[in-house]
Structure formats: C-alpha cells, structure tokens
C-alpha cells in the first residue's frame, strides 16, 4: 500500500494535486448542488471541489463563480502556505444537448481552471485548449470501451463511474472495471461508486485507484445548494431507495424513489425512453430539480455537517481504516499485511 494520497500502483498524480491533498478525494460535480459554496469549502478542507459549467445560469454567471473561486483560494494559500487546499475543477458535458460548451470551454481557458471534469462523450474538442495552458482533463467512463476512446483522445486521467454511483452511472462492479483497466492503463484512475467512509475511500486505494470520486455523501452538507427536504430524504433513505433508470434524461442513473413518487411518478413503472433524447426531463418533471439523484450510499448518511467538519471525519476515519489494516492478524494469509 502507498504511504500517501499520491502514488498507488505505480500511478502518478498530476503536478497540480501532488503535496495539495488533505484526503485522497475529489468531490463529484453535481447538477444544481455543486456551487461556489461548497466548491469553496471542499478545496479549503483540502479535496478537490467541483461543479458542472451549466449550473452558472446564465452562462455569463461561470465568469463570476471562476473569478470568485480563483481569487478566494488563492487568498487562502497567501495566508497559510503550509495548508493543504486542493486546486477545483470544472464540468463540461461533452454532448450535442449542451450548446454551451464552447463559451464555457473558453471561460475556463480564460481563467486558466486547474482540473477540467469531461463527461458522456470523448472530449476531443475540450482537450488541446485545456493543455494548451497546463490544465488537466479527467473523463468520466462507464465501461472498458469507453476508457479506450478517451484515452486515445489523450485525456489525463479516467473516472470509472460504477454501480451505485449516484447521477449517471454505470453497471459495472468496481472490481471488475478497475482490474481490467489497470491490465492496460498506469496513470491516474479515479473510482466513484457508493463511497460515502474514509474506510471506502481506502478501500479504492487497495483496489487499485489514485483517489475517491464522491457525491451523494456531499449533498448533505450546509454549504450544498440542495433543499432543505432533499438533504433530509439523503439522510432517511438506503440502498434499497434507489432506483435506476434512464428515464428523467435518456442516459440510466441513480435517483431516490421518494422524490419520484413525490413527483407524482410511479418508480416501478417509468416508462421506456429513447436514450439519443438527452433533454432532462419534461417541462413539468425535471431531473435534479424535481427527481433527485443519489448513490446506493446513502444508507451510511445520517445528517448534514459542514463540509469542514465531514472532511476532518472522513480523514479520522481513513487514519483508523489505515491502523486497522496495519493491524489484522497474520492468519489469513502467508504474506504481511502491507
């Protein structure tokens, strides 16, 4: 096992997250809960915040949100240079849906943002100008096939996206998707799926990725921009509360069957929908909005801290998952517990 966040299995971290990270995580970009706030409050506990470009609406608002994410952490490390603060990351979605993409594309060039998230197609288009100037590209995979075509567009690093992550999500176990893209891939994987402990965040370093993707566990949090009544049903709901489907935008993800019953939907009877037709949701039922997301995770939540106060949890709990480890017994194996 890696003596620290930023070497596992041979993979190196980028230069912009070696020596920054408090706790081997980035925090999902999540579709209306991931704004400057929590974004804010994630990198300054030391994990990489992020949000997707089209929760600025309108669009010119993402030139607010970069220049005042940009300016605060910057601030932060003049005043303490010693602390760990976590750089941020943007997400674009790589869709023909999203008409946005090139203006947002370049707001973020403008502002030079560290960590660009991509999502749903291989982002080709996306990738020069981020390098151009020294950012970094991080795509989100479902499967084998997906990893290999981002790869070839010459992304940084992947994101496997596996059962029970919340949002758009895959199928796969992470067992079986990061073993079979560690047969062909060295660099930097990071693993998203029902990661809600320090424990589960070590336990993606033992299976072999870099870092810890986590959403759901965010959403309850003060600084998320999620209502009062969505943080609530995260804190009541289990594994057996989520559903997944494609219904609400045409790609299969995870939501809480409270909220689409609550919509006035039935869960077990959502009808079959064209996956081509990415629109998120009719005018009267909208994904996010009305239909909340969440990961099969959820059933280890139980409030809504400050995401300073999570993040210090998570790491006691990631120490203690560490020395528990360091200390099993011997009589389950001939070789020594790393």
């Not at 989100?140 to 994101?159: F, M, P, S, Y």
């Not at 989520?242 to 689409?260: A, E, K, R």
């Not at 194996?333 to 790393?338: D, E, F, K, R, S």
Request: charged share 20%.
């Amino acid at each position: 096992m890696s003596d620290g966040p930023e070497r596992v299995s041979g993979a190196r971290l980028p230069e912009v997250l070696r020596g920054r990270l408090a706790l081997p995580v980035i925090c999902a970009p999540m579709f209306i809960v991931s704004g400057p706030d929590l974004v804010i409050a994630q990198c300054l506990s030391g994990v990489v915040g992020s949000f997707p470009a089209l929760n600025a609406r309108p669009a010119d608002l993402l030139d607010e949100w970069l220049t005042r994410i940009t300016r605060t952490l910057a601030e932060a490390r003049a005043a303490d240079p010693a602390k760990r603060i976590a750089p941020f990351a943007v997400n674009q979605i790589v869709h023909a849906s999203n008409d946005r993409l090139a203006q947002d594309v370049e707001a973020c060039v403008r502002h030079r943002v560290p960590i660009i998230i991509t999502s749903l197609r291989a982002p080709d288009a996306v990738i020069r100008p981020v390098h151009a100037y020294g950012g970094v590209v991080f795509h989100d995979v479902t499967t084998v096939r997906h990893a290999e075509k981002a790869l070839e567009a010459g992304v940084d690093g992947l994101i496997l996206v596996c059962a029970g992550a919340g949002g758009h999500a895959g199928t796969l176990s992470p067992f079986a998707l990061v073993g079979e893209i560690r047969r062909f891939y060295d660099g930097p994987l990071i693993l998203s799926g029902a990661i809600t402990s320090g424990a589960a965040i070590l336990a993606a370093q033992a299976m072999g990725a870099d870092l810890a993707y986590m959403g759901t566990r965010f959403i309850a949090t003060r600084e998320a921009n999620a209502v009062p009544a969505y943080k609530d049903m995260i804190a009541g709901s289990a594994a057996a509360d989520i559903v997944y489907t494609p219904y609400f935008t045409g790609v299969p993800g995870n939501y809480l069957t409270p909220s689409i019953r609550a919509a006035g939907l039935d869960p077990e009877a959502l009808p079959v929908r064209d996956k081509t037709a990415m629109d998120f949701g009719s005018a009267s039922v909208k994904a996010w909005r009305d239909v909340w997301g969440a990961g099969q995770g959820v059933g280890t939540i139980a409030d809504a801290p400050a995401t300073a106060d999570l993040v210090a949890r998570l790491a006691r709990d990631y120490a203690a998952a560490r020395a528990g480890l360091a200390g099993l017994s011997g009589d389950y194996a001939g070789a020594a517990v790393p």
